[in-house]
């Protein structure tokens, strides 16, 4: 079962909210990753981590915050986000860093 | 850097008809191939994956893909398709060379007519 489950599906939020994104999964994957698609492009990713630590960000703005409080789990926290952060974002893992990624149904963020 | 190229942005096929979707990608050490379907307001499905050994791999829902080392291809195929095949998918490359990440196409739409 290749299950990584991801709430809210939907989310509409203010400018000046804080909302948190999540995302579960329990394949016993030890890498998990957030990445965020806009309409009619590819998936771009956002951080990755690899044993409950962050590996990579790729140069995320700081009102995104992720966090993995432990190896099912990851969070993306947001905060003072701007209309252009609406996107699809993805929370997806894998065995292992660099192993096949598997990927969520994604939460629909707007800002408004 | 690594890159991926999938050069029909749409494709109408039939039902029942044969698909084929291209991808070229450029990587400069042995490359783990993949290609993902999304349906509309969907996340993202593993098709199938090529890491090395028989360069025809089989994947989910009657796909197929070849990688060619030599043109640097790694082709979707469908022999029949099915209505519910209606939906972008997307190659991408990765591999130890590329930090482990992924790069993804821009995508190929497919629509299909009945």
């Known amino acids: 079962d290749t299950e990584v489950t991801q709430t809210p599906k939907h989310l509409v939020m203010g400018m000046t909210n804080k909302k948190s994104l999540k995302c579960e999964q329990h394949?016993?994957?030890?890498?998990m990753y957030w990445y965020k698609q806009k309409a009619k492009k590819p998936p771009e990713l956002m951080f990755v981590?690899?044993?409950?630590?962050?590996?990579i960000n790729e140069s995320v703005p700081s009102r995104f915050s992720p966090e993995c409080p432990n190896s099912s789990l990851l969070n993306l926290h947001l905060h003072a986000l701007q209309p252009e952060d609406s996107a699809l974002y993805l929370c997806?893992?894998?065995?292992?860093?660099?192993?096949?990624?598997?990927f969520g149904e994604g939460s629909w963020l707007t800002v408004v | 850097a690594q890159s991926v190229t999938q050069p029909d942005i749409h494709i109408t096929v039939s039902e029942g008809a044969s698909l084929e979707l291209r991808c070229n990608y450029s990587y400069g050490a042995t490359p783990y191939l993949f290609w993902y379907v999304q349906s509309p307001g969907q996340g993202l499905q593993l098709l199938l994956k090529?890491?090395?050994?028989?360069?025809l791999v089989q994947g989910i829902k009657g796909f197929e893909a070849e990688f060619k080392r030599s043109q640097s291809s790694f082709n979707l195929r469908k022999p029949s398709v099915h209505w519910s095949d209606a939906a972008e998918y997307f190659c991408?490359?990765?591999?130890?060379?590329?930090?482990?990440?992924?790069?993804f196409g821009g995508g190929t739409r497919v629509l299909v007519k009945p």
């Open positions: 991408a490359v990765g591999g130890e060379a590329a930090g482990n990440k992924l790069t």
């Open positions: 997806a893992s894998s065995q292992e860093w660099g192993n096949t990624i598997y």
């Open positions: 981590y690899s044993y409950e630590k962050l590996s």
């Open positions: 090529y890491f090395s050994g028989d360069t």
């Open positions: 394949m016993g994957h030890r890498a």
